[in-house]
């Protein structure tokens, strides 16, 4: 009886980790994510913390699949995944939404100065040289910030916003940080 107990443990276990981790890097994926921002988001309003997410998209990936294949893709996403957690804070987390996209959510923050710095960081550490399968592999990033001061948003707006301005980190160059301003809602719908 006890060994079947333990393997019902296993399995669910096993399950969890399908529903909630990424298997490339073993970082949180969109759903635990989600949930994990419902979290931050109700904690820093009952607390009146300020919150900002960082939304990351790798420059050009897509020509290290194509030129090296995917397995070095994904040697190369578990890089990222791991240099990423090295810039942010304990309590910070660092999640994988798919493809080459990366967010990253930063409860309790102070300034949106330290928010910037995070994000220069980030894009200073993977643009150096990675050592993968053989190659040695450069990177660069893009990232779009949003922050919640004051009044929050729903997670699904919150990383709207922040999409909204890695679109704008991306079209003025990309290798950069753009953080979202009202106005960049006004520019996509006219694009449209």
């Given at each position: ?13 096993e399950i ?8 490339v890097t ?5 759903r ?20 900002a ?13 194509d ?16 240099r ?7 309590g ?5 939404l ?14 949106l ?6 994000a ?10 990675m ?8 990177v660069?990033a ?8 004051g009044?929050?948003p ?16 991306k079209?003025?160059?990309r290798?950069?940080v753009a953080?979202?301003?009202p106005a960049m ?7 449209r």
């Open positions: 009886k006890e060994a079947l107990v333990g393997e019902l443990r296993r399995r669910k276990e969890r980790q399908l529903a909630y981790i990424d298997p073993s970082l949180p994926n969109r635990m994510l989600m949930d994990w921002l419902n979290h931050i988001l109700a904690q820093a309003a009952r607390h009146e913390h300020s919150t997410l960082l939304f990351l998209d790798l420059d050009k990936f897509k020509e290290v699949n030129q090296f294949g995917h397995e070095t893709g994904d040697k190369l996403l578990q890089e990222v995944g791991s990423l957690i090295r810039c942010v804070r304990s910070d987390t660092v999640s994988r798919g493809g080459d996209e990366f967010v990253i959510a930063l409860p309790e923050i102070a300034r100065e330290d928010v910037e710095a995070t220069e960081k980030i894009i200073r550490i993977l643009s150096e040289p050592p993968i399968a053989g190659h040695l592999l450069k660069s893009s990232i779009g910030i949003a922050t919640a001061w009044r929050l729903s997670p699904d707006e919150a990383l709207r916003q922040a999409d909204l301005a890695l679109y704008r980190a079209s003025d160059g290798n950069r953080v979202f301003e809602e006004i520019a996509i719908t006219y694009r």
